[in-house]
């Protein structure tokens, strides 16, 4: 009896880097999820600066497969989720809209930073274009989650703003320049 010996190819080592800070970034966001403070139907949370940070380290990519990961564990019942909250009805409830603007809004930033899916040092980044980036999956976010809220729980635009987005803008503002001093302090370099 002859027993098959063919080679296996090996994953390249930069996928499995990139796959483990993926994973990591997932599992900080979870981790956050204790730190909920309810102010209505949407906590105030952690989340946002780990969507933020996903894209400005791992790119269009990974910062997406990250976030992905991150909503695949809840939806499966790892309580990752705001308040330590599980389960696929987190993801079609009233703040679901949010959830599923991360690996957008985390794809998005990636693109803006390193303009394009090669990864550059995003402590190196134009100050500026780091700004615009997080705003603009700030805006994301807020779009996709305002307007889901707004259809779940039948409310007007305006309500929905006052309950799903103005509360949130100052800690959200907070957690960018937070952001930004991380990816700043130059010790996240993963573009090597």
Do not use: C
Not at 34 to 41: E, F, K, L, S
Not at 111 to 136: K, S, Y
Request: aromatic share 8%; hydrophobic share 60%.
């Amino acid at each position: 009896m002859a027993t098959d010996q063919q080679s296996v190819d090996l994953v390249e080592g930069d996928v499995v880097r990139s796959f483990a800070r993926a994973a990591l970034l997932a599992v900080l966001i979870g981790a956050s999820a204790p730190v909920a403070i309810p102010i209505g139907p949407a906590p105030i949370t952690l989340q946002v600066l780990f969507v933020f940070l996903a894209g400005l380290v791992l790119g269009p990519l990974w910062g997406s497969f990250s976030m992905v990961l991150y909503l695949a564990a809840g939806a499966v019942g790892v309580p990752v989720f705001a308040g330590m909250e599980t389960g696929f009805g987190v993801l079609v409830g009233e703040t679901g809209g949010y959830l599923w603007s991360y690996p957008i809004a985390a794809g998005l930033i990636g693109l803006f930073v390193h303009r394009g899916t090669d990864l550059r040092d995003p402590a190196e980044q134009p100050l500026i274009l780091v700004v615009i980036a997080l705003l603009a999956g700030l805006v994301v976010i807020y779009g996709i989650g305002v307007s889901y809220m707004a259809q779940v729980l039948r409310l007007d635009l305006w309500e929905a703003l006052l309950v799903g987005m103005i509360p949130f803008i100052p800690g959200d503002l907070l957690k960018l320049a937070a952001a930004i001093a991380i990816v700043k302090s130059g010790r996240l370099n993963v573009a090597n």
